[in-house]
């Protein structure tokens, strides 16, 4: 059988390492040179020839994330690795999906041609921004779903009248996965934007008097929705408001504002590397869920394991 080799880009190390483990393999040897301009490059320490090889980098920005990726995905091609997989546990620059006005990139789209490009022959991917992207590519995509670990951890809190809330009109119909598994009500906040990341309005549909709420959502950034969400549920009544996110971007004053807020609790994973500033937020890994589908990848079976059904 074809050899699985696993190399890591280092914004994701500690995950690699976790996901690695789950595997039950060792990361493989890269080095990288830096140049005193900022340039780099990756040359992998070992031989790679006729091997499944498995590169597990997170795309968040800065761009040097995202160019670390293709450096090593261009590097494993000309190795002459047998497969490349790219395993992307965030997919950065996935909110520019559409053309949502004149004269902007389709950004998600470029960076699955750049990864294609590349040499990436398959991806391995998490709760993308928009469950479309996929067909971005032409390679085929294994889209995971935090649900998979949220859900059990939900269930584990015990909470009564427990309803599911989206923060906005777009993850509704995640909420609506979640509730089905939790067998719970669901309401919706409706927002408007006066630019991104500033909300200029919010109302809430649905009645969240007397409840225990979880918001679900694919990534908090500056938590902005987050809590005005969380604020607005307490004004109307919640006993709590929880907030899961598979992305803990967590960048500008989004500490602050978790902290200020009603948020009782706030669970992230660690797609993304973070230091958690406050004392409500909770990580989950999800490298026990990523090393199971890269096992069966690499063994060629089913991953329908680590979806709920």
């Not at 589908?293 to 979806?307: A, E, G, P, Q």
Request: proline share 3%; charged share 25%.
């Amino acid at each position: 059988m074809t050899e699985a080799k696993i190399f890591s880009c280092s914004q994701s190390h500690d995950l690699a390492m976790r996901i690695a483990k789950g595997f039950g393999a060792k990361l493989g040897k890269i080095k990288f040179s830096n140049f005193s301009d900022g340039e780099f490059q990756p040359s992998f320490e070992e031989s790679v020839r006729g091997s499944r090889v498995f590169i597990i980098g997170s795309t968040h920005p800065n761009s040097d994330h995202l160019m670390e990726m293709l450096l090593m995905l261009d590097a494993a091609k000309r190795s002459s690795a047998r497969h490349v997989t790219a395993v992307l546990p965030y997919f950065g620059w996935a909110r520019q999906d559409r053309k949502d006005k004149p004269r902007v990139p389709i950004g998600a789209k470029l960076i699955a041609k750049l990864l294609e490009s590349a040499g990436a022959t398959r991806i391995i991917t998490m709760d993308l921004h928009a469950d479309q992207i996929q067909g971005f590519f032409e390679k085929p995509v294994d889209h995971l779903y935090a649900s998979t670990i949220f859900v059990p951890h939900i269930k584990n809190l015990r909470l009564k009248n427990l309803t599911i809330a989206s923060p906005d009109m777009g993850g509704s119909k995640r909420a609506y996965a979640y509730s089905k598994f939790l067998e719970s009500d669901v309401v919706i906040c409706y927002k408007q934007r006066k630019k991104a990341n500033i909300i200029e309005n919010m109302e809430l549909i649905g009645n969240v008097e007397g409840k225990n709420v979880v918001l679900v959502d694919d990534m908090v950034d500056t938590a902005g929705t987050l809590t005005k969400a969380s604020d607005l549920m307490i004004q109307r009544g919640a006993l709590s408001v929880r907030a899961v996110c598979t992305h803990g971007i967590l960048s500008g004053n989004a500490y602050k504002k978790i902290e200020k807020s009603n948020l009782a609790e706030l669970i992230i994973t660690d797609t993304i590397p973070v230091n958690p500033k406050s004392k409500k937020i909770k990580i989950l890994s999800c490298a026990q869920l990523f090393a199971s589908t890269m096992k069966n990848v690499h063994l060629n079976k089913s991953i329908d394991k680590n979806f709920l059904n």
